[in-house]
């Protein structure tokens, strides 16, 4: 806010201020503490940052994306303080060819070599120069942007832009391009205030000289279209204009082309206007644009990395949680299907041992050849085995593998709103396919289940899950079925040996005696096949457990690491409530209001839109009935009684504009704002999320 500008209610009487509040208190220099703030404030932030960074590089591929590492080399906040009384540095923004150059040599009087020809992306450097009216104002001019294959003009300018005390915008009167829009949305959003020059772009040739100089208002006229285009590109970020001058740039640059300046043609091209409006902002605010261009190289790189982490946080708790639910819900169906492959595999034994039962009633020779054919069923008992519980098992990994791939695609597409978290991306990595680690019986001494593990992994490679994640199942299924098949061949021919071969006379008895001695074997049998089933799948359920553990304990690592980043956010946040406290007091004493600084219990500032102060109550008063002019639209309010909190909101907002408003409804929680007053949306919202920041309450403003 400009002199131009101050509420009309400070015009009343302003030599009334020391009658009613009393004289000012002593004045209070507002540097060295505003630099002491500053130099805090950097040190957090790189103090914050670097935690923030190494937490993320310890998470390894989980904390990938969500922090870019940040520029801790800036000089600090007290360096580029030291001359205070340097010029104040105003930056010439706007399209290629809007006609920047020119105007830089209209307002210096030099230059004129970096007046284009025509061509777009002519001057391609940052140059500055001393305006000619006054040493005290540093003219910076930049490339254009929204040049075809000139992005890197564009990040010089917007580089220039942010050490900015105010930006001078150069607009053809003719239109306004996209690539001009969204600079200008920037701008506004990195809290600039803004001067709009309105470049008329008419040729000097011919009766165009002739028309400048006798029908001005013909030449600068009919450009309300434009400047509403103008204004509401502005207002989506929340802002509007310092002020808006229409100038011919080239005819002011030609007027001062010769020895003798040509008068006549440089009145005409209304530059003697937009030096006017310079020389005013600078006589107004040069030292709080100064503060305020400080402040803000310290407080965007802080509210940045703040807004980083909590966003940062947010997925890493959403993360957490998802793959908590995913972990949880893929181990109860890994589970299901161990359960019942061990269901199927001991059904098969029984079956195929069952078999074997009335073996006996198809022996005939009673003889020595008994021998042999025990021999024989065994061994085809035990190939059967192997092949139908290698196939169980090989199903198994499978079905562990079809799992994990299920889990994983229908969790991919489980919403973020379940987890409280919107808008952020995606979770990141698939699980990590580590399944299983630990080799399950790895330890056995048998050649036979050396031989099984190896088997299964060649099962598991020709099924290509080798390097997936139910390889080891599958290599455990080769330890199964070897294992068991060394076994079957030792224990069982034992009791073969004792049965047929150590009792005299034996082989003569009848089928029924040796079906009395058969049973118990395949009895004997069954339950050891039955118990290295159950060992087996035991150890792979062991294994599923141990993995659900480790993944529940990456989940505890996520949250703890969004607890520390959230605590940063924190501090970051506290840091800039404090610093715009500072802000405030020091924009006030800069202002030589001294009473009001001290008044300030807490502010909240919004760059570039509007600084609002909870004030005591006669600090209050007093910025109500003479506002000071701090340089952006200092809104006051005071202390509420508990619950009253959202109401508060109508005391601050009728310091946004001169316009009748009245609060609609208000509760503990929200309050609904009424501004009779044609203001773009966007910037009503702007003031709602302000007060919302400042009171902690929901606010929402409606216009009409």
Same mark, same amino acid.
């Given at each position: 806010?400009?002199?131009?500008?101050?509420?009309?209610?400070?015009?009343?009487?302003?030599?009334?201020?020391?009658?009613?509040?009393?004289?000012?208190?002593?004045?209070?220099?507002?540097?060295?503490?505003?630099?002491?703030?500053?130099?805090?404030?950097?040190?957090l932030?790189?103090a914050?940052?670097?935690?923030?960074?190494?937490?993320?590089?310890?998470?390894?591929?989980?904390?990938?994306?969500?922090?870019?590492?940040?520029?801790?080399?800036?000089?600090?906040?007290?360096?580029?303080?030291?001359?205070?009384?340097?010029p104040?540095?105003?930056?010439?923004?706007?399209?290629?060819?809007?006609?920047?150059?020119s105007?830089?040599?209209?307002?210096?009087?030099?230059?004129?070599?970096?007046?284009?020809?025509?061509?777009?992306?002519?001057?391609?450097?940052?140059?500055?120069?001393?305006?000619?009216?006054?040493?005290?104002?540093?003219?910076?001019?930049?490339?254009?942007?929204?040049?075809?294959?000139?992005?890197?003009?564009?990040?010089?300018?917007?580089?220039?832009?942010?050490?900015?005390?105010?930006?001078?915008?150069?607009?053809?009167?003719?239109?306004?391009?996209?690539?001009?829009?969204?600079?200008?949305?920037?701008?506004?959003?990195?809290?600039?205030?803004?001067?709009?020059?309105?470049n008329?772009?008419?040729?000097?040739?011919?009766?165009?000289?002739?028309?400048?100089?006798?029908?001005?208002?013909?030449?600068?006229?009919?450009?309300?279209?434009?400047?509403?285009?103008?204004?509401?590109?502005?207002?989506?970020?929340?802002?509007?204009?310092?002020?808006?001058?229409?100038?011919?740039?080239l005819?002011?640059?030609?007027?001062?082309?010769?020895?003798?300046?040509?008068?006549?043609?440089?009145?005409?091209?209304?530059?003697?206007?937009?030096?006017?409006?310079?020389?005013?902002?600078?006589?107004?605010?040069?030292?709080?644009?100064?503060?305020?261009?400080?402040?803000?190289?310290?407080?965007?790189?802080?509210?940045?990395?703040?807004?980083?982490?909590?966003?940062?946080?947010?997925?890493?708790?959403?993360?957490?949680?998802h793959?908590?639910?995913?972990?949880?819900?893929?181990?109860?169906?890994?589970?299901?299907?161990?359960?019942?492959?061990?269901?199927?595999?001991?059904?098969d034994?029984?079956?195929?041992?069952?078999?074997?039962?009335?073996?006996?009633?198809?022996? *005939?020779?009673?003889?020595?050849?008994?021998?042999?054919?025990?021999?024989?069923?065994?061994e085809?008992?035990?190939?059967?085995?192997?092949?139908?519980?290698?196939?169980?098992?090989?199903?198994?990994?499978?079905?562990?593998r079809?799992?994990?791939?299920?889990?994983?695609?229908?969790?991919?597409?489980?919403?973020?709103?379940?987890?409280?978290?919107?808008?952020?991306?995606?979770?990141?990595?698939?699980?990590?396919?580590?399944?299983?680690?630990?080799?399950?019986?790895?330890?056995?001494?048998?050649?036979?289940?050396?031989?099984?593990?190896?088997?299964?992994?060649?099962?598991?490679?020709?099924?290509?899950?080798?390097?997936?994640?139910a390889?080891?199942?599958?290599?455990?299924?080769?330890?199964?079925?070897?294992? *068991?098949?060394?076994?079957?061949?030792?224990?069982?021919?034992?009791?073969?040996?004792?049965?047929?071969?150590?009792?005299?006379?034996?082989?003569?008895?009848?089928?029924?005696?040796?079906?009395k001695?058969v049973?118990?074997?395949?009895?004997?049998?069954?339950?050891?096949?039955?118990?290295?089933?159950?060992?087996?799948?035991?150890?792979?359920?062991?294994?599923?457990?141990?993995?659900?553990?480790?993944?529940?304990?990456?989940?505890?690592?996520?949250?703890?690491?969004?607890?520390e980043?959230?605590?940063?956010?924190?501090?970051?946040?506290?840091?800039?409530?404090?610093?715009?406290?500072?802000?405030?007091?020091?924009?006030?004493?800069?202002?030589?209001?001294?009473?009001?600084?001290?008044?300030?219990?807490?502010?909240?500032?919004?760059?570039?839109?509007?600084?609002?102060?909870?004030?005591?109550?006669?600090?209050?008063?007093?910025?109500?009935?003479?506002?000071?002019?701090v340089?952006?639209?200092?809104?006051?309010?005071?202390?509420?009684t508990?619950?009253?909190?959202?109401?508060?909101?109508?005391?601050?907002?009728?310091?946004?504009?001169?316009?009748?408003?009245?609060?609609?409804r208000?509760?503990?929680?929200s309050?609904?704002?009424?501004?009779a007053?044609?203001?773009?949306?966007?910037?009503a919202?702007?003031?709602?999320?302000?007060?919302?920041?400042?009171?902690?309450?929901?606010?929402?403003?409606?216009t009409?």
């Amino acid at each position: 806010m400009s002199k131009r500008d101050v509420p009309r209610r400070h015009e009343w009487l302003p030599t009334a201020l020391p009658v009613i509040f009393g004289e000012e208190p002593e004045w209070t220099d507002p540097w060295p503490g505003l630099l002491d703030a500053l130099v805090k404030l950097e040190s957090l932030t790189v103090a914050v940052s670097e935690g923030a960074l190494h937490r993320a590089e310890a998470l390894g591929a989980a904390g990938d994306g969500l922090l870019a590492p940040r520029d801790t080399s800036v000089s600090t906040a007290q360096g580029e303080a030291e001359d205070l009384a340097a010029p104040m540095r105003i930056v010439l923004m706007g399209r290629t060819m809007a006609g920047k150059s020119s105007l830089l040599t209209a307002l210096t009087g030099f230059h004129h070599d970096r007046i284009g020809d025509g061509r777009q992306r002519f001057s391609r450097d940052v140059f500055g120069a001393a305006m000619s009216v006054s040493e005290h104002i540093e003219l910076v001019d930049t490339p254009g942007v929204g040049a075809h294959g000139g992005a890197d003009d564009t990040e010089k300018a917007l580089a220039a832009a942010l050490d900015a005390d105010v930006i001078l915008w150069v607009n053809s009167s003719d239109s306004i391009q996209q690539e001009s829009a969204a600079a200008l949305k920037l701008l506004g959003l990195i809290g600039k205030p803004i001067i709009v020059a309105l470049n008329c772009r008419q040729s000097l040739e011919g009766v165009g000289r002739l028309n400048l100089l006798r029908f001005p208002d013909r030449v600068f006229g009919h450009r309300e279209g434009l400047l509403d285009e103008i204004r509401r590109h502005m207002a989506v970020a929340g802002v509007k204009p310092l002020e808006v001058v229409h100038v011919h740039a080239l005819a002011a640059a030609e007027a001062l082309a010769y020895d003798e300046v040509d008068t006549e043609l440089h009145a005409a091209s209304r530059i003697a206007d937009l030096t006017d409006a310079l020389l005013r902002e600078h006589e107004a605010h040069r030292e709080s644009r100064r503060a305020l261009r400080l402040i803000d190289n310290q407080r965007q790189p802080a509210e940045e990395l703040a807004r980083s982490l909590q966003l940062a946080s947010a997925t890493l708790r959403a993360r957490a949680e998802h793959n908590r639910g995913m972990y949880n819900d893929m181990h109860e169906r890994l589970r299901r299907a161990v359960r019942s492959t061990g269901e199927a595999m001991e059904s098969d034994v029984e079956a195929a041992v069952g078999r074997r039962r009335d073996w006996h009633l198809d022996a *005939i020779d009673f003889g020595k050849s008994l021998e042999s054919d025990w021999n024989d069923a065994v061994e085809a008992l035990q190939d059967e085995l192997q092949k139908t519980l290698e196939h169980r098992l090989t199903s198994l990994a499978d079905e562990i593998r079809s799992t994990i791939e299920a889990t994983d695609a229908e969790w991919s597409n489980v919403s973020l709103d379940q987890f409280g978290l919107r808008n952020l991306p995606g979770f990141g990595a698939v699980w990590g396919n580590r399944l299983i680690r630990a080799g399950v019986g790895a330890g056995g001494s048998l050649l036979g289940f050396a031989g099984g593990a190896w088997l299964g992994a060649q099962i598991g490679g020709a099924l290509g899950l080798a390097a997936g994640p139910a390889a080891i199942v599958t290599a455990g299924a080769g330890f199964v079925i070897g294992g *068991i098949a060394g076994l079957a061949a030792g224990r069982i021919k034992s009791l073969v040996d004792h049965i047929f071969l150590g009792k005299d006379g034996v082989l003569q008895k009848r089928r029924d005696e040796v079906a009395k001695q058969v049973g118990p074997i395949l009895d004997e049998l069954t339950s050891k096949y039955r118990a290295a089933i159950g060992d087996q799948l035991n150890d792979i359920r062991d294994v599923l457990g141990r993995e659900l553990a480790r993944s529940h304990e990456q989940s505890a690592a996520l949250e703890l690491v969004a607890s520390e980043w959230t605590k940063g956010s924190e501090n970051l946040q506290a840091s800039v409530r404090e610093l715009d406290r500072q802000t405030t007091s020091a924009l006030l004493r800069i202002d030589r209001r001294e009473r009001l600084a001290r008044a300030v219990k807490r502010a909240t500032r919004v760059p570039g839109v509007c600084i609002l102060v909870e004030f005591d109550d006669a600090g209050f008063a007093e910025s109500w009935l003479f506002p000071p002019d701090v340089g952006e639209t200092l809104a006051g309010g005071k202390a509420s009684t508990s619950g009253g909190e959202a109401a508060s909101a109508l005391s601050y907002a009728l310091s946004f504009v001169e316009a009748p408003m009245r609060l609609v409804r208000a509760d503990a929680a929200s309050a609904l704002l009424s501004i009779a007053a044609d203001i773009p949306s966007a910037i009503a919202e702007t003031w709602a999320v302000g007060l919302e920041a400042h009171l902690a309450r929901r606010v929402q403003i409606e216009t009409t």
